[in-house]
């Protein structure tokens, strides 16, 4: 299973949003480098949600329900759909990751303005440990 970084702004798409939905298709995305890791993910992989803009903190984690497919708003480009796993016991913000050595390489400090990114298990398994959660 891979692991991903997903970003939403939270006047746009909240973690409050995907939980009161229980599912949504995540579109819109319109960056190459993004839309390559959209095509790579898995059902089954797991995503952390980042709420970006003035809050800049992982929130929750979200699983991939429905691997890359059209976006329906522009057949050109792909969406996924997800699912929330769990909320984040503590919000794990960006100021705190970059200030976490074993997270320096992490793409979303390398590439800040990716919307979509990787993310590796040893990363993934820190977040979760910062977050006050059990990987």
Same mark, same amino acid.
């Given at each position: 299973m891979?692991?991903?970084?997903?970003?939403?702004?939270?006047g746009?798409?909240?973690w409050?949003d995907?939980?009161? $939905?229980g599912?949504?298709?995540?579109?819109?995305?319109?960056?190459?480098?993004a839309r390559?890791?959209?095509?790579?993910?898995?059902?089954g992989?797991?995503?952390f949600?980042y709420?970006s803009? $003035?809050e800049r903190s992982?929130?929750?984690?979200?699983?991939?329900?429905?691997?890359?497919?059209? $976006?329906?708003?522009d057949?050109?480009?792909?969406?996924v759909?997800?699912e929330p796993?769990?909320?984040?016991?503590?919000?794990?913000?960006?100021?705190?990751i970059k200030?976490?050595?074993e997270l320096a390489?992490m793409?979303?400090i390398?590439?800040?303005?990716?919307?979509?990114s990787?993310v590796?298990?040893?990363?993934w398994?820190?977040?979760?440990?910062l977050g006050g959660?059990?990987?």
């Amino acid at each position: 299973m891979a692991h991903w970084l997903m970003k939403s702004e939270p006047g746009t798409y909240s973690w409050a949003d995907l939980v009161r $939905d229980g599912a949504t298709e995540w579109d819109g995305v319109r960056n190459p480098s993004a839309r390559l890791h959209l095509k790579a993910m898995k059902s089954g992989d797991e995503a952390f949600f980042y709420h970006s803009g $003035d809050e800049r903190s992982v929130i929750g984690v979200m699983q991939v329900a429905r691997e890359a497919a059209a $976006d329906p708003k522009d057949p050109n480009w792909v969406s996924v759909a997800v699912e929330p796993v769990r909320a984040m016991p503590a919000p794990v913000s960006l100021k705190t990751i970059k200030a976490t050595e074993e997270l320096a390489k992490m793409e979303l400090i390398r590439q800040s303005r990716l919307s979509v990114s990787p993310v590796r298990e040893a990363e993934w398994k820190k977040i979760i440990k910062l977050g006050g959660g059990t990987s």
